[in-house]
Each structure stands twice: as C-alpha cells, then as structure tokens.
C-alpha cells in the first residue's frame, strides 16, 4: 500500500533532482556520455542473491541515467553492456545476460518511442544469439527516426579489436586504390570505426569504485573526462548521473592548450 511517508520521499526526490538540474550548465552539457556499468554482481552477493539478480535490477539505472541525460540534452549515451571478454563468464550468467537483452529491449521498445529515443548498437553482433541479434535490430529499424537522444549497446564490443578492424579495412581500401595513404588522418580512421555517426566521447563514467578503461573506447575517449563514482550500477539514479555532469562542468577541458589560451580563444 502506497503511505503517505512513500509520497514525501517521492517529492524529496524530485526536489533533489530539481535542483542538481538547476545547478548544471545547459549550455555546456556533454554531447557524449560513456557509461562503464560496474558492480551489478557485488551489489547481488551484498544481498545473498545470485550475480544475474544484479544485471536484471541494473535496468532500473539504464532507464534513469537515459532520461537524466535527455532531460538535460546530452544526445548520446554509449553503455558497455557485453565485452568480447565477457564470454568467459560462466555459461549461465551469459545466457541469462543475453535472455535478458532480448526481454529488456521487447518491453522497453514502447518507452523508447514515447521518449524519442533512437536505438543503436556497435561491436561484432554477429556473434551474439540469433535471438538477440533479430530484436536488436528490429529495435533499431523502429527507432531510426527517434531524434532526442541516441542510446548505443556497445555488445561483443572490445576497443582493441575495434581498432584491429578499422585498420584492415582501411588496408583493404589503400590495396584496392580506393584510398591513398597519404589521405590517411584522424578523419580517415574515425569514419571506419564502429562510433562513425556518434559525436565524441566527452565523459566517461564508470561505477563501483573501479577506476580502470576495461578495453573500452580507447580511440573515442582520448580528450574525454573521466568520473568515477563508488556507488555500484544498480544504486546508480538520476541524481548521480546529475552530478557527474556537475564535476565536468568544474573541469577545464584544455585539449593540449594553456589555461590563459582557453580564457582568450582568440589569440
């Protein structure tokens, strides 16, 4: 039964997240948020529970930290979901993780539409379930003309062989004289990655404490600032995805410059 108790801790809520809002800069929001969703199984053992109760309450985090992110206007949120690592878990909990992706992208498809969220993916699907491959890209193709915010499953996904790959296809195209090596740049190479059509990684935010990349984005997150909060992923809510994007606002982002450049641009 709902208490009256229940609806003041509802408005205390609202009011916290009224005023981290109020506190946050929508002129200097990140466009990109990388999120490393850390500690689903430690939050399930801290309650006797199984490492797959962690990743099925996690869906709760995912939700909030979208709908903080559009709230503010950041167009894009890249989650590393599933690692090319990953597999090496034992055979339950990657079937539970993979049953799970399929359920979570078939009810959440509704909330996606009336949010205007588009949908996307990188990594090798190919390797995923056909199960999960099928939803992942009928979610995909129902959502490409969502425009609010971009939500990308980083799935199957490791940095280095992302990088591996764009490097052979680019070799393929010099061999083929589709390309010169001499055209060969930072553009080049950012148009063969798998994050081509997403702007670039402004914040990185990892959780439960770790402070470690995990193979992810490595190209990507280059000039990217990184926040690393204590709080496991599945305690992980609005207010904590408000205040990464406070301390990033504090930040001096130079890009190889002095402070005294970053003040006068144009000298």
Same mark, same amino acid.
């Given at each position: ?11 205390? /809520? $609202?009011? @916290? =997240?009224?005023? !981290? %809002? *109020? ?11 990388? #999120? ?90 190919? /390797? $995923?379930? @056909? =199960?999960?491959? !099928? %939803? *992942? ?6 959502t490409k003309n969502n425009?609010? #915010? ?106 190889g410059k002095t402070s ?8």
């Amino acid at each position: 039964m709902y208490t009256p108790l229940e609806d003041q801790r509802v408005l205390q /809520n $609202l009011d @916290k =997240k009224m005023n !981290k %809002i *109020l506190n946050i800069n929508l002129q200097k929001v990140p466009q990109h948020v990388a #999120i490393i969703m850390d500690g689903n199984g430690r939050w399930a053992k801290g309650k006797g529970m199984e490492r797959v109760f962690g990743h099925r309450n996690a869906l709760t985090s995912i939700r909030e930290s979208v709908e903080a992110a559009s709230d503010i206007g950041v167009k894009a949120v890249t989650l590393y979901t599933f690692s090319t690592e990953n597999w090496n878990r034992p055979k339950y909990e990657v079937n539970a993780l993979m049953s799970l992706l399929v359920s979570a992208l078939k009810n959440e498809l509704p909330n996606f539409h009336k949010d205007n969220v588009k949908i996307g993916a990188i990594g090798d699907i190919s /390797n $995923l379930p @056909k =199960k999960a491959q !099928k %939803i *992942l890209a009928t979610v995909i193709e129902e959502t490409k003309n969502n425009s609010k #915010i971009t939500l990308t499953f980083a799935l199957n996904y490791g940095s280095r062989e992302e990088i591996v790959n764009t490097i052979k296809n680019i070799s393929k195209k010099v061999v083929n004289n589709e390309l010169q090596i001499e055209e060969i740049d930072e553009k080049v190479i950012n148009n063969h990655l798998y994050t081509f059509n997403l702007p670039e990684v402004d914040l990185m935010i990892r959780t439960s404490g770790e402070q470690r990349i995990s193979n992810f984005l490595l190209w990507q997150i280059a000039y990217a600032e990184f926040y690393f909060i204590d709080v496991l992923w599945p305690d992980f809510r609005k207010n904590d995805f408000f205040d990464a994007i406070i301390e990033y606002q504090h930040r001096e982002r130079r890009f190889g410059k002095t402070s005294e450049q970053i003040e006068t641009p144009n000298e």
